[in-house]
């Protein structure tokens, strides 16, 4: 058993209890400053990463395309077929005013076509002429069934106009 003496607890003015308060800072202790800036450097690269995530998917992930149901990498392909179509609509249109329609690989040979190759991404590209009229048509093989991506034909004639034609 405990031997130690008890002791009444200190009396109080009167019997009244005291208004006088225990300061905040003595009832929750302040952190080390080194601890806060830890903590709030913590936070800050947090929330970065979190906006960095934010602009990925709501900007990058859901780009519009130029085209429908293709995808956001597809776009890129499709801007460059688009312009070896106009290269080589350009290159028809100025050797048709000199002379004839000329199929891709005799523009390409005689020089009049500064064109290295006759395709780009799956695309092949060819030049259907009739009288003093011409199509360059750029063609991709279909995609896999069940694909979400579709491959359009792109066609330009002596107008100047790309347009894709409907699907089979």
């Known amino acids: 058993m405990d031997t130690r003496p008890v002791r009444p607890p200190p009396a109080r003015a009167g019997g009244v209890a005291s208004k006088r308060t225990t300061p905040v800072e003595k009832l929750v202790p302040q952190a080390p400053p080194r601890q806060t800036f830890f903590m709030r450097s913590l936070s800050s690269l947090l929330v970065g990463v979190i906006l960095v995530a934010g602009v990925y998917v709501f900007y990058l992930k859901k ?3 130029t085209d429908d149901r293709t995808a956001p990498t597809q776009v890129i392909s499709l801007t460059g077929v688009r312009s070896d179509l106009l290269q080589i609509a350009r290159a ?4 048709m005013a000199l002379s004839r329609c000329l199929p891709l690989d005799e523009l390409i040979s005689s020089g009049g076509l500064s064109l290295q ?8 590209y060819k030049v259907n002429c009739s009288g003093m009229d011409f199509q360059v048509v750029a063609e991709h093989p279909p995609a896999p069934q069940r694909s979400p991506i579709r491959f359009p034909v792109l066609v330009i004639d002596s107008t100047m106009k790309i347009q894709e034609l ?3």
Do not use: V
């Open 166 to 168: 409907p699907a089979n």
């Open 117 to 124: 190759r006759t395709e780009r991404d799956g695309y092949t």
């Open 63 to 65: 780009m519009p395309s």
């Open 92 to 95: 028809e249109r100025t050797n």
